[in-house]
């Protein structure tokens, strides 16, 4: 039973065994479908084998990946209404034909020859029942696609790997540089998500019976696995490297001491057998095994702690825990060892965040949706759609915050992306999109805000507006009558994503245009995130004021970071509304005077 069609769905829970505890409870806000895909073996070697390890998916829609044969057609289908039937001119043929509707089976069918997506080794169940099988011929030309575009992958990053390295070693001789092989570069990149014998391979659930996913559904698998390898990323602790780098350089001096006189107890404990590296020293197995969840990505180590992982494998089998472990390519935002505690003082400017704090935006949301629910069956409520919109958007603005874009654009492409999650078809409600894009770009004031700012204004303080986009869009969503009562920051801020160092720089010279010789803790940041202001705000030394409105989701959101009361951001106060955050500042500014 070598291969066979599967019906699957991503586990991210069980994959994200190592990962932290906070990395583990958000991997569990990641909405799965499921898929079909094609399990199988790509060595010859191990057809017979019956726990195939690899996945590839099948989809009305073609690869996203730009390479030759990256999808083939399959067939034959047939229609579960009519029994049309269509064959012949696909690239690949099963023993069965497929079950599709009237409008698929005119329409091509692909399976995927690239991404490959691996299983986990833990996760190869043998299969318990074959729904589909290639024909010979057609199973032959599949795996030849897979494997020439896993080739072209592997050149492709060796060539770029290659291309990094001459610029940071210009003194090499070309000839060596040539001479580096994949492994010497520090990983196989040939499988899109995750590497191989790595603990970022996937755990899935296989279907046998019950409802099964149809095949003119378009899959959101690889969706499921970029926000499951962004909140990898997002969890990843980067001190990792350097500590590892101080545990090296400690019992390298150790050795060295040791060997120059004997009575000089070690700091750290070394050992003197190389043959089992970890069994022998407590200590550094323990290390091991609480950075070992973060993951190791360092291109230094990878040569010396490579050697040792192999050789702990030969010696306990299955156990993954000393793999080396390269989760993402990316370079990771600096995190503090400790976000400094800033009391809150006798604000002199204070500076509000527009969305949560001035205008309702999860109420603009809110109302956009709620016409959506009666349409779909994969959301019962308002509290499961709207915090699934709400990261679809956060998305893509990630995707596109390196291009001119729009608020509106943004939110347009966001609410596309839910139509197909929500399996609502917009050909049937052309207006959908619309008008949940003209309430949501409008959000309206909460109703404090006019009273706030008149307050605020009256005892002396005046008032900055974080915007988050552009001045045209901001005329758009933001009401005259408020715009003229504030400023606005020189630089605006997204509405998904942290406040750089620069944004404070800037702020900062803003104020001392207003009050000369103002400090950062003489402003005072007001906002509804703990992560966009109140972390970053922390570290530049402003206090800060956190709005929890009754009953929003911003109020319920629990921003963790370590697993120390210090190593995690904390508001110099925290108010229901500007109500009460009036009542405080303006109390303080009573008694300076």
Known sequence: MPHTLTAARFDPVTSSYWLSHSGRRAVMRIVRSPFWAFRFNLADSREDENNPMY???????PSPLPLPNASLTLGPKHSVYTSASRAGDEELTCDISFPCSDWMVDNPLYLHTTPIIEIHM???LPVQEVFAQLKKD???RFKEAVRENKNALRGHWEASQRARWAEQIADWDKHQISELTFSDLGGDPTYMFGY??????YFFEFFYQGTMPGFDERPTIYEELFLYAQICKDYRWRGVETVILWIRAARK???????????????????TVQQEPFEVDPSFREIAEELSVFGLRSMSLHEEMGAMAEQESTTHSGDSQYTLVYPLDFDFPELPWEFPEIPLGTPRIVVFDLFGVILDREKAIRCALSSWLPLTHCFQTMEDILPVYIEIEALAARKSQFAATSVAAIVESALHTLARKSKIPLQAHPTLVATALAEIIKPVPFTDVEHAIASLKAHGCPIIVIPSHSDVTMRQVFPSMLRSQVRVTNEPLSMHFAAPDSFFKSLLAQCKAIVPGIRPKDVLLVTSSVARIVAPGSRAEHPTALVKRHGTIASNVKFVVGNRPPTNPVPSIVVEDLLELCTRVCTRSEDRH
Do not use: F, G
Request: proline share 8%.
């Open 55 to 61: 996945l590839c998916i099948v989809s009305p829609e």
């Open 122 to 124: 833990r996760n190869l």
């Open 138 to 140: 057609s199973l032959h």
């Open 196 to 201: 191989l014998n790595n603990p970022q391979a």
């Open 253 to 271: 001096s150790d050795r060295a001491v040791q060997n120059a006189n004997s009575s000089v107890e070690a700091l750290v404990p070394c050992t």
